[in-house]
Nanobody
Framework: QVQVVESGGGLVQAGGSLRLSCAAS????????MGWYRQAPGKQRELVAG???????NYDDSLKGRFTISRDNAKNTVSLQMDSLKPEDTAVYYC?????????WGQGTQVTVSS
């Protein structure tokens, strides 16, 4: 069982920045594929960004240039730097860990961007 815990959400004005962090348990963290997803009210959960154990990244095309995913294998953490935030970025952001054909989710952290 992998425990996934997010932190760093909050309220920010449009144009501002936030950095989300996610900690995942397990000694094989370097092998996990980690991802950030978000779910806005009334919408489906969508992929924001992912990063493999080999540090390959992928992003939702509409977010490239504003969001940056990174990981620190020594600390078992993955981060999402969000810049130039817009009101439409308001959502619950979830961290996801994929390992050995299983996936694990955090409880989510709320990000609210005011106009």
């Amino acid at each position: 069982q992998v425990q996934v815990v997010e932190s760093g959400g909050g309220l920010v004005q449009a144009g501002g920045s936030l950095r989300l962090s996610c900690a995942a348990s397990g000694s094989a963290f370097r092998l996990y594929t980690m991802g950030w997803y978000r779910q806005a009210p009334g919408k489906q959960r969508e992929l924001v960004a992912g990063i493999t154990g080999g540090f390959n990244t992928n992003y939702d095309d509409s977010l490239k240039g504003r969001f940056t995913i990174s990981r620190d294998n020594a600390k078992n953490t993955v981060s999402l730097q969000m810049d130039s935030l817009k009101p439409e970025d308001t959502a619950v952001y979830y961290c996801n860990a994929k390992v050995m054909a299983r996936e694990y989710w955090g409880q989510g952290t709320q990000v609210t961007v005011s106009s």
